[in-house]
């Protein structure tokens, strides 16, 4: 399968291991001495609509990477997740 750096751009990347969506490849990392894809970077998620900033980008190494499909991007690394805090609702009386 031949893909360019564009069609990447449009891949879901997801955790093999636990099956996490961890989002859209954003950039690529190119070693222009051997010129090979090094890494896959995939940007934070934006904080509060991004006016305070972003949370840390994920660098995939290239090695990481499992399969490429037609629509995803299966990988095995250990990307710590930060699951939401679930709301209870607390009954008024």
Known sequence: MVCRIVEL??????????????GFVDDVEV???TAKV????????PRCFGILGRNEDY???WSDIQLIGEDTI???????YQQKKKRTLKSFV
């Not at 751009?9 to 099956?19: A, L, Y």
């Not at 090094?38 to 998620?45: K, L, N």
């Not at 299966?74 to 710590?80: F, H, K, M, P, T």
């Open 38 to 45: 090094s890494s896959v970077i995939v940007y934070g998620r």
């Open 74 to 80: 299966l990988v095995s690394c250990n990307v710590n």
């Open 9 to 22: 751009r449009h891949k879901e990347v997801i955790n093999s291991s636990n099956g996490c969506r961890i």
């Open 31 to 33: 070693d222009t001495a």
């Open 59 to 61: 660098i995939i190494p």
